[in-house]
T-cell receptor
Framework: DAGVTQSPTHLIKTRGQQVTLRCSPK?????VSWYQQALGQGPQFIFQ???????QRGNFPDRFSGHQFPNYSSELNVNALLLGDSALYLC?????????????????FGPGTRLTVT | DQQVKQNSPSLSVQEGRISILNCDYT??????FLWYKKYPAEGPTFLIS?????DKNEDGRFTVFLNKSAKHLSLHIVPSQPGDSAVYFCAASGNQFYFGTGTSLTVIP
């Protein structure tokens, strides 16, 4: 069973350009979340997709948008790139384990896409 | 506004000794806490978790302790092994996951 995969591995873009990052979740996972991890920081939640709709969103501008396809794979799009968008972008697919009060969401992360904006 | 904080950027421990990694949070509504381990060029890997209804959860060499009154959790690794050397992230779950900034653990053989 393949884990979460992301493409590309590395990417270099110029300020003002647009970028699309891709993620394939683990088999059977219908929820995909995207995170931005700047150097020396922890992952910061961008948004989460479920059933092809954005369900939750973190504190990121509208330049960050996404999409989820019927096969649960997902894309993260960033428009009008800024130097500060340089980071590792992580995708996580998830499923709920347990039931009732013990029901928890378990996330599985991909290796990330390293985006450098020059 | 950092809702989850790991105040120690790095920690070095001798092999065989105990490693204690700490994490503080500010939001009392968080109901689920996790520790992730991250190696270079890989995504974070789930290590252990604890629900807010518990104060301790153990899995082999790894134990997580939760002190809700202090809004503090810690990860104990006993005994520490060189393969444990990695960056450890604490995370808390509310309507989304909030991560700390990580602690880089080095286990010295």
């Amino acid at each position: 069973d393949a884990g979460v995969t992301q493409s590309p591995t590395h990417l270099i873009k110029t300020r003002g350009q647009q970028v699309t990052l891709r993620c394939s979740p683990k088999s059977g996972h219908d929820t995909v979340s995207w995170y931005q991890q700047a150097l020396g920081q922890g992952p910061q939640f961008i948004f989460q997709y479920y059933e092809e709709e954005e369900r939750q969103r973190g504190n990121f501008p509208d330049r960050f948008s996404g999409h989820q396809f019927p096969n649960y794979s997902s894309e993260l799009n960033v428009n009008a790139l800024l130097l500060g968008d340089s980071a590792l972008y992580l995708c996580a697919s998830s499923l709920y384990l347990g039931s009732g009060r013990t029901r928890v969401l378990r996330q599985y992360f991909g290796p990330g896409t390293r985006l450098t904006v020059t | 506004d950092q809702q989850v904080k790991q105040n120690s950027p790095s920690l070095s421990v001798q092999e065989g000794r105990i490693s204690i990694l700490n994490c503080d949070y500010t939001n009392s509504m968080f109901d689920y806490f996790l520790w992730y381990k991250k190696y270079p060029a890989e995504g974070p890997t789930f290590l252990i978790s604890i629900s807010s209804i518990k104060d301790k959860n153990e899995d082999g060499r790894f134990t997580v302790f939760l002190n809700k009154s202090a809004k503090h959790l810690s990860l104990h690794i006993v005994p520490s092994q060189p393969g444990d050397s990695a960056v450890y992230f604490c995370a808390a779950s509310g309507n989304q996951f909030y991560f700390g900034t990580g602690t880089s653990l080095t286990v010295i053989p």
